[in-house]
């Protein structure tokens, strides 16, 4: 079954959801999400797109690494 996770959200508020998603977001290449205090401090202003533009990962990679995992990564107001 797919988690659906809305893209519109925090990172802090999707790995407090979801914890596993933080080594997903690993290793799609968001290096800093594992050093000491940054979820809980950057986490919390910052959404996976904000965040991939900033590292400058390529969006489709992203997206691409979260399906494969078994999310569904939506829009806010997007049908479900």
Not at 21 to 29: Q, S
Request: proline share 5%; charged share 30%.
């Amino acid at each position: 079954m797919h988690k659906k996770i809305d893209l519109d959200d925090s990172v802090y508020k999707l790995c407090t959801l979801h914890p596993e998603l933080k080594a997903v977001m690993k290793d799609a290449g968001f290096q800093n999400i594992t050093k000491p205090g940054m979820l809980e401090t950057a986490g919390r202003i910052m959404t996976i797109p904000k965040g991939a533009r900033m590292m400058q990962i390529e969006w489709n990679h992203v997206l691409d690494i979260l399906k494969a995992h078994g999310f569904d990564p939506v829009w806010k107001g997007e049908k479900q």
